[in-house]
């Protein structure tokens, strides 16, 4: 099992920046951080949830949605077990809860698909203002 936490969420205005992290840890050994995929959705009131970014458990390889692509940045510290999201030039239109998954790696780049992933934390309200 793993669990996830986020934190980092808030108020902003529009412009503003926020960070947002996500702790992992998980119980039995057998899916280390450096095994895991990993990923940050968002889900505002009356719409589907998103893809926001993606990572695979390396680092290098990331995946954003178009409309957050050269905002937002994930990165990842595999020793701390924690997953960041980098928010910049937030707009209101961002404003949503973002959880943060965690998934099973079999290979290849970052996987873009809610059903990629098998673990998924609370989530954390992030509000822009304009």
């Known amino acids: 099992q793993v669990q996830l936490t986020e934190s980092g969420g808030g108020l902003v205005q529009a412009g503003g920046s926020l960070k947002l992290s996500c702790a992992a840890s998980?119980?039995?050994?057998?899916?280390?951080?450096?095994?895991?995929?990993m990923a940050w959705f968002r889900q505002a009131p009356g719409k589907e949830r998103e893809l926001v970014a993606a990572?695979?458990?390396?680092?290098?390889?990331?995946g954003y949605v178009d409309s957050v692509k050269g905002r937002f940045a994930t990165y990842r510290d595999n020793s701390e077990k924690t997953v960041y999201i980098q928010m910049n030039n937030l707009k209101p239109e961002d404003t949503a809860v973002y959880s943060c998954a965690a998934g099973r790696y079999f290979g290849g780049t970052y996987y873009a698909h809610t059903s990629d992933y098998e673990y998924w934390g609370q989530g954390t309200q992030v509000t822009v203002s304009s």
């Open positions: 998980e119980s039995d050994g057998y899916y280390p951080m450096n095994k895991l995929a």
């Open positions: 990572i695979n458990p390396s680092g290098a390889s990331t």
